[in-house]
């Protein structure tokens, strides 16, 4: 089985920067691709952003592009996720989740998640 561990949440001021982490460990060699998404406080799981592991591959959703980074250290068995700008909006649970084949936005096509971590956005 494979496991993920999501760190680097926190409080930020509007404005400002966090980098997200999530290390995978187990049978990683079943893990095609990884992403990112997020869930606030009485609403769904959204896609935040999602990257192949093994080729040149990365998947943003419109709220995120430009402000937000993907990566991968694949060394590490590790993704990142940079993000900067944040907004009050960008306050929810990150969770990280795994999957055997391609990047995808499409939640319900994850294998396995992390336990997620909490971020928060405000003054």
């Known amino acids: 089985q494979v496991q993920l561990v999501e760190s680097g949440g926190g409080l930020v001021q509007p404005g400002g920067s966090l980098r997200l982490s999530c290390a995978a460990s187990?049978?990683?060699?079943?893990?095609?691709?990884m992403g990112w998404f997020r869930q606030a406080p009485g609403k769904e799981r959204e896609f935040v952003a999602a990257?192949?592991?093994?080729?040149?591959?990365?998947r943003y959703s419109d709220s995120v592009k430009g402000r937000f980074t993907i990566s991968r250290d694949v060394a590490k068995n590790t993704i990142y996720l940079q993000m900067h700008n944040l907004k009050p909006e960008d306050t929810a649970v990150y969770y990280c989740?795994?999957?055997?084949?391609?990047?995808?936005?499409?939640?319900?096509?994850?294998?396995?998640w992390g336990q997620g971590t909490q971020v928060t956005v405000s003054s």
């Open positions: 990257i192949a592991l093994s080729a040149p591959v990365t």
């Open positions: 989740g795994g999957r055997k084949r391609g990047a995808t936005s499409e939640s319900n096509e994850y294998d396995v």
């Open positions: 187990g049978t990683i060699w079943r893990i095609a691709a």
